[in-house]
């Protein structure tokens, strides 16, 4: 029984460590670089502008930073669907996924 516990608890450490890797360095990174965008370009150093000028750097800079949101959205949809794999396909010493036993439950 004990060797049976110490391998569960292997094993469960060891889902831990990958769930901690890929949130961190797949979601969460992702997460901050789209917190620091910036989507609005007021570059306090450019020349006066007119409203038409202003407007049109805007458009330009939503445009090109929608794009990247996109991208970033995309990839950290992705590292979820991976994340809810990884846990739902886990299991320990051939026994019933842990997402089988909970669908059975």
Do not use: H, Y
């Not at 569960?8 to 670089?33: H, P």
């Not at 370009?41 to 006066?48: Q, Y």
């Not at 090109?64 to 990839?75: H, K, P, S, V, Y």
């Amino acid at each position: 029984a004990s060797a049976m516990s110490s391998m569960c608890l292997r094993a469960v450490k060891e889902l831990m460590g990958r769930v901690r890797d890929l949130t961190e360095n797949r979601i969460e990174r992702q997460i901050r670089v789209v917190g620091a965008m910036r989507l609005l370009d007021l570059d306090p150093a450019r020349e006066t502008l007119s409203l038409d000028e202003f407007l049109q750097i805007q458009d330009t800079r939503l445009r090109e930073q929608g794009q990247r949101l996109r991208a970033r959205a995309g990839e950290i949809e992705e590292a979820v669907g991976d994340l809810v794999e990884l846990i739902g396909t886990f299991t320990i010493a051939g026994r019933v996924p842990v997402g089988d036993a909970q669908a059975q439950a």
